[in-house]
């Protein structure tokens, strides 16, 4: 299996500062279609996951354009610009190239 | 607007079975395949299963493989989720996402234990 590893686990920001969050994994993510298949889900507290970039760097649609996504290979990041209250949340990546599907253990962003 | 609803979940016994289910709406059920993901309480995702848009391919997390089935009915806009032989480990909420997981829903809660 695919081992997805984030960092760091807790990430404090004060609002209005960016903020960075790393995801490793054990194999490339690059597919035989030319796709790399990552993406980046937001859960707050009490809610469902929810999608917020897909195919390492595509943004779903509502998503503000402070949250960016890059990398190849085996290498990903997702950035906030400027964390807003509304961005404390557990953030995860996720692969979609091999089966089974795995996801990062989480990275939690709180407000400083 | 797309919308996936869960029901089914219950408190069962240690070696019980249990059928989850998830009724989409919104969009065009039979042309997405469909994905069963889990969390443990205070715990992260994990995926479970997949199903191929028209039923012929199923993929499953080893440690639900020969115990769970994941199947749908396209003429109910349905998704399910079998699950036999349960244990503790397998207690979570059991959330139904679409495709590459871009719309979820809102949980239903598995709990096993005696």
């Known amino acids: 299996d695919v081992v997805m590893t984030q960092s760091p686990v807790s990430l404090p920001v004060s609002l209005g500062q960016p903020a960075s969050i790393s995801c490793g994994s054990s194999?490339?993510?690059?597919?035989?279609?030319?796709?790399?298949?990552l993406s980046w889900f937001q859960q707050r507290p009490g809610q469902s996951p929810r999608r917020l970039i897909y195919?390492?760097?595509n943004r779903d649609s509502g998503v503000p354009d402070r949250f960016s996504g890059s990398g190849s290979g085996t290498d990903f990041t997702l950035k906030i610009s400027r964390v807003e209250a509304e961005d404390v949340a557990v953030y995860y990546c996720?692969?979609?190239?091999?089966?089974?599907?795995?996801f990062g253990q989480g990275t939690k962003v709180e407000i400083k | 607007e797309v919308q996936l609803v869960e029901s089914g979940g219950t408190w069962v016994q240690p070696g019980g079975s249990l059928k989850l289910s998830c009724e989409g709406s919104g969009f065009s059920f039979s042309r997405y395949w469909m994905a069963w993901v889990r969390q443990a309480p205070g715990k992260g995702l994990e995926w479970v299963a997949n199903i191929k848009y028209d039923g012929s391919d199923r993929y499953y997390v080893d440690s639900v493989r020969g115990r769970f089935t994941v199947s749908r009915d396209n003429g109910k806009n349905s998704l399910y989720l079998e699950m036999n032989s349960l244990r503790v480990e397998d207690t979570a909420v059991y959330y139904c996402a679409r495709g590459f997981l871009d719309s979820w829903g809102q949980g239903t809660l598995v709990t096993v234990s005696s």
């Open positions: 194999d490339s993510l690059e597919n035989s279609d030319g796709n790399t298949y």
């Open positions: 996720m692969q979609s190239t091999h089966w089974p599907r795995t």
């Open positions: 195919k390492v760097s």
